[in-house]
């Protein structure tokens, strides 16, 4: 049942059965980049600070209440509230929106756990990795780079619009809305698009 729900899970998106996430306009970009060197951006109009964990400061965010349910319901609390550092892709609750109607009910299903972790640690990297190093990788492989996730599987970066893009290994994209969320123990990018992995 798991595999089953992954695979409806990539299908949806794969077939269009899911809205696609777009990239942010050349402005956003803009504003996404100069957030590099200020001071830690807010995350749907609340504080992030710095001397806090990912999920104490996740669970601050309003637009990320989903993403808060889903690390709760796969048990990641203690993990991404650990010393890690970890560098976590944070898909926004209109992200999780993209996804076909009640694939996230479904997901937070306890039965359905393993599969919301798989799910959940295809979104964190070992190791903090702002923005401006993405970039520097994607240059460094002559336009693309690779991340090992915490799942186990790689995600794609590229960049559109001077934008980090994500690709997955089912070719859906993610788009980082706001970069370089700095944590105690490691960095957030907020996406527009939950990714995805897929089944062992």
């Known amino acids: 049942m798991t595999e ?3 695979i409806a ?3 949806a998106l794969a077939t269009g059965q899911a809205a696609t996430p777009t990239a942010p306009a050349p402005m956003q970009a803009a504003s996404a980049a100069a957030g590099t060197t200020a001071a830690n951006p807010t995350v749907g109009g609340a504080a992030m600070l710095p001397t806090q964990t990912v999920v104490q400061n996740a669970s601050a965010a309003p637009n990320l209440t989903t993403l808060v349910a889903a ?3 796969a048990g990641l609390v203690p993990t991404l509230s650990g010393p890690g550092p970890f560098t976590v892709f944070a898909p926004t609750n209109d ?3 993209h996804l076909a109607p009640g694939t996230v009910d ?5 039965e359905n756990k393993p599969t919301l972790v798989k799910v959940l640690t295809y979104h964190v990297v070992p190791g903090t990795i702002t923005s ?3 970039k ?3 240059t460094a492989g002559g336009g693309t780079a690779k991340l090992t996730t915490v799942e186990g599987e790689p995600l794609t ?4 619009n001077n934008i980090v893009t994500l690709t997955d290994v089912h070719g859906n994209k993610s788009y980082v809305e706001t970069a370089d969320v700095k944590q105690a123990n490691g960095v957030v990018h907020v996406v527009n698009g939950v990714v995805l992995p897929t089944v062992n």
């Open 4 to 6: 089953l729900s992954l």
């Open 9 to 11: 899970l990539a299908a």
């Open 71 to 73: 690390v709760k319901a």
């Open 95 to 97: 992200a999780f929106g």
């Open 106 to 110: 479904n997901l937070l299903k306890p």
């Open 132 to 134: 401006a190093q993405l």
């Open 136 to 138: 520097q990788m994607v």
């Open 157 to 160: 970066v590229t960049l559109v």
